[in-house]
T-cell receptor, first 114, second 112 residues
Framework: GDSVTQMEGPVTLSEEAFLTINCTYTATGYPSLFWYVQYPGEGLQLLLKATKADDKGSNKGFEATYRKETTSFHLEKGSVQVSDSAVYFCALVASIQGAQKLVFGQGTRLTINP | SQTIHQWPATLVQPVGSPLSLECTVEGTSNPNLYWYRQAAGRGLQLLFYSVGIGQISSEVPQNLSASRPQDRQFILSSKKLLLSDSGFYLC???????????FGSGTRLTVV
C-alpha cells in the first residue's frame, strides 16, 4: 500500500539555521503531496502542497518540490525562527472507496533555539 | 466559509467508561468526513471515514465505532474504553475532489 517515510527526529537547530526535513513516498501513480504542521497543543494545519511532478509548494518561507524521479518531497527553509518549533508531517492523498485519505509519515519534531 | 468544530478539547476517562466525541462541519454540503488518531510518539492513523449519512468505513479494527447521523455530523464512540485508546483524536473533512482537507482542533483523550 501507499506509505510515507519521514526523516526521524527530533531535530534541534539554532535560529537562522537552514532546515531540511526529508520525506519519501511509495505510491501507485502520482498522488498529491502535503506538508502539515502541528504547533504545541493544536491540531494540524496545512503548510504547503504540490499536486503534480515538479510542482513547488511554498508558504511562510518553507518550500518543497515534488520529485517524481526520487519519489521525494523534502521540506526546506532558509532561515528558521523560534516560532517554527512544531511537529511536521509529510503526507500523500490516497483514494479509498469514494473518499480520499491522507497517509502520513511519522512526524518530525523540530525545536529552534534562540 | 467552511469551519469544523470538534469537542471536547480534552477528556480524562476511566478504563471501562463510554466515550462520545463529536465533530460538526459548517458551510459545506455532503462532505467526506474522517476520524484520525495520533498515539503518543506516533504519526496519524485513519480510523474511520464516511462519504454520506449512515455510511461508515473502518480502516483498522479496534475498540471504537463511528456514526454519521446527519450530513455534517460525525461521532466517535466507545462502549468501554481501554488504556490503549488514549491519544489525540482529530476530525477532518474534505470535499469530493479532495481539493481541501481541513482538520479540527483535536481532542486529547487520556484513559486512566
Amino acid at each position: 500500500g501507499d506509505s510515507v517515510t519521514q526523516m526521524e527526529g527530533p531535530v534541534t537547530l539554532s535560529e537562522e539555521a537552514f532546515l531540511t526535513i526529508n520525506c519519501t513516498y511509495t505510491a501507485t501513480g502520482y498522488p498529491s503531496l502535503f506538508w502539515y504542521v502541528q504547533y504545541p497543543g493544536e491540531g494540524l494545519q496545512l503548510l504547503l502542497k504540490a499536486t503534480k511532478a515538479d510542482d513547488k509548494g511554498s508558504n511562510k518561507g518553507f518550500e518543497a518540490t515534488y520529485r517524481k524521479e526520487t519519489t521525494s518531497f523534502h521540506l526546506e527553509k532558509g532561515s528558521v525562527q523560534v516560532s517554527d518549533s512544531a511537529v511536521y508531517f509529510c503526507a500523500l492523498v490516497a483514494s479509498i472507496q469514494g473518499a480520499q485519505k491522507l497517509v502520513f509519515g511519522q512526524g518530525t519534531r523540530l525545536t529552534i533555539n534562540p | 466559509s467552511q469551519t469544523i468544530h470538534q469537542w471536547p478539547a480534552t477528556l480524562v476517562q476511566p478504563v471501562g467508561s463510554p466515550l462520545s466525541l463529536e465533530c460538526t462541519v459548517e458551510g459545506t454540503s455532503n462532505p467526506n468526513l474522517y476520524w484520525y488518531r495520533q498515539a503518543a510518539g506516533r504519526g496519524l492513523q485513519l480510523l474511520f471515514y464516511s462519504v454520506g449519512i449512515g455510511q461508515i468505513s473502518s480502516e483498522v479494527p479496534q475498540n471504537l465505532s463511528a456514526s454519521r447521523p446527519q450530513d455534517r455530523q460525525f461521532i466517535l464512540s466507545s462502549k468501554k474504553l481501554l488504556l490503549s485508546d488514549s491519544g489525540f483524536y482529530l476530525c477532518a473533512w474534505s470535499d469530493v475532489g479532495a481539493r481541501g482537507y481541513t482538520f479540527g482542533s483535536g481532542t486529547r483523550l487520556t484513559v486512566v
